[in-house]
Nanobody, 120 residues
Framework: QVQLVESGGGLVQAGGSLRLSCVAS????????MGWFRQAPGKEREFVGS????????SYANSVKGRFTISRDDAKNTMYLQMNSLKSEDTAVYSC?????????????WGQGTQVTVSS
C-alpha cells in the first residue's frame, strides 16, 4: 500500500501561480506512475496529468498543457504540480494518486486533496 498526502493549495488571483506537493509513504518502491486529478464543485473528477516514477516522462490534459508542470523528487518521494497562468476554471480540489507496478492501470492511495481557488 501507498499513502499520499497533498499540500500547497490556497487562494490565488487569476494569472498567478501555485505549487502543490504530494508526498508518498509506504511501499513507494512499488510505484509505477503518479498522477494529479481535480474535482470542481458539481463536476466529475478529471485527470490533470501524470509522471512515470522511473524515467520521469509526463502527460497532461489539454486544458492544462503549457501552463502546468509535473515533476518529482525521488529522494523525497514527492511529486509536484507547478501551476502557472491560473484561471478561474482551475478552481477545484486537487488530489494525487499512484499506479503501482502490480496494477499499473488502476489508481490508488488517494490523498485527501487540497483546495485551489482562483479568483478572477
Amino acid at each position: 500500500q501507498v499513502q499520499l498526502v497533498e499540500s500547497g493549495g490556497g487562494l490565488v488571483q487569476a494569472g498567478g501561480s501555485l505549487r502543490l506537493s504530494c508526498v508518498a509513504s509506504g511501499r513507494t518502491g512499488s510505484i509505477w506512475r503518479m498522477g494529479w486529478f481535480r474535482q470542481a464543485p458539481g463536476k466529475e473528477r478529471e485527470f490533470v496529468g501524470s509522471i512515470m516514477w522511473i524515467g520521469g516522462s509526463t502527460s497532461y490534459a489539454n486544458s492544462v498543457k503549457g501552463r502546468f508542470t509535473i515533476s518529482r523528487d525521488d529522494a523525497k518521494n514527492t511529486m509536484y504540480l507547478q501551476m502557472n497562468s491560473l484561471k478561474s476554471e482551475d478552481t477545484a480540489v486537487y488530489s494525487c494518486a499512484a499506479a503501482l507496478r502490480t496494477d499499473p492501470w488502476s489508481w490508488s492511495g488517494w490523498g485527501q486533496g487540497t483546495q485551489v481557488t482562483v479568483s478572477s
